[in-house]
């Protein structure tokens, strides 16, 4: 059993399936005030929405583009106690369609950081372990460090140019720190000496920036930081054996998955996706719902994995996610099993 600083695994992360109204509407049952509130409609083809408390919920960014920061007044108009109000855009409240909205807790507007070289704005939240920053890019030609408020060394970065347009960059610990993701294309991991100062990893303080990809003069940037905390979020690989269920593989997490994002990272094609899925999109095995963080396509329907009591399993060799003899990352949050004192956590 994994026990875990995380009593209640639905006050850090949870996630909202809602309706439409088409005018406006407050989304309650989230069970915190978020500080990020990731939005995607199932039942349209139409851009992922983000919105966080650091750069206030009207300003948005979509994962599926290049796009930099925009302003809506009617898209997400506000983060409540228990949720959030969405507006009458057509990408947050579009009517009779079906949205779903992943939500992380942090540590608010956030507050000044000067534990790097460049003086960042922090949210954090140290027991989930999940930090929300934004700095401005000083163009210093060989490398800075940025606080990042977690106390711990994360294990994914997620990083966004908001003045250019630019792709999602995405650091991930199984890759190390010499090379990178993106969060909106099906790209395998590129190696790159301009890339962290080449392989200077993050420490449990800082993490290391170039100007050569998110630190141009003056442009401001966000980062979602995640350090893996034991019983609650778990951030790994695993190699695809193309075996149907029950031979396909088990992937042990402590705690039972609500959400799972995957990304192929042996070869760029079309399995190459950044897929998402949940546990409330459907409610019991095998989950057959994903959406593409770097698509705008609405839910996609396939036999995905099991969410199991202490991990999960693939379902079939056909799916994407299990294909060949592929190797994917996972980066999975879940319900605690036992938590901080010994009794069994709450939070489904």
């Not at 228990?82 to 939500?103: E, I, L, M």
């Amino acid at each position: 059993m994994a026990y875990t600083t995380v009593d209640k695994s639905t006050s850090h992360f949870n996630t909202i399936l809602y309706t439409g109204n088409g005018s406006s509407q407050n989304i309650t049952g989230v069970g915190f005030q978020p500080d990020i509130n990731w939005l995607k409609s199932r039942s349209d083809t139409s851009d992922h929405n983000v919105v966080d408390a650091v750069r206030t919920s009207s300003k948005y960014l979509k994962t599926n583009s290049q796009d930099v920061e925009a302003t809506s007044a009617t898209g997400v108009s506000g983060f409540l106690a228990d949720g959030f109000s969405v507006g009458s855009d057509q990408t947050t409240n579009k009517n009779t369609s079906d949205f779903v909205s992943w939500n992380w807790k942090a540590g608010g507007a956030g507050s000044s950081n000067s534990d790097g070289d460049i003086t960042s704005t922090v949210s954090a939240n140290t027991t989930s372990g999940f930090s929300i920053v934004k700095w401005t890019g000083d163009n210093y030609t060989s490398s800075s460090t940025i606080g990042h408020g977690l106390g711990a060394v994360p294990k994914l970065i997620i990083i966004k140019n908001l003045d250019n347009a630019d792709d999602w960059y995405v650091y991930a610990s199984e890759v190390g720190a010499g090379g990178y993701l993106k969060l909106n294309d099906v790209a395998v991991a590129t190696s790159s000496t301009g890339w962290m100062n080449s392989s200077t990893a993050p420490t449990n303080q800082v993490f290391t920036q170039t100007s050569t990809f998110w630190s141009a003069n003056s442009n401001n940037y966000i980062a979602y930081c995640f350090a893996e905390v034991p019983g609650f979020s778990k951030f790994g690989k695993y190699t695809a054996n193309d075996a149907d269920y029950p031979n396909s593989p088990f992937i042990y997490t402590g705690f039972k998955p609500q959400f799972i994002m995957f990304k192929n990272i042996s070869d760029a094609n079309a399995a190459c996706d950044c897929t998402i899925t949940d546990n409330k999109r459907r409610t019991y095995n095998p989950t057959n719902k994903k959406l593409y963080a770097n698509e705008n396509l609405g839910d996609q329907s396939d036999e995905i994995c099991n969410l199991l009591s202490n991990g999960f399993k693939l379902d079939n060799s056909t799916e994407d996610l299990n294909y060949s003899t592929k190797n994917y990352l996972y980066f999975a949050f879940g319900q605690s099993l036992v938590g901080s004192n010994g009794t069994p956590c709450t939070g489904w």
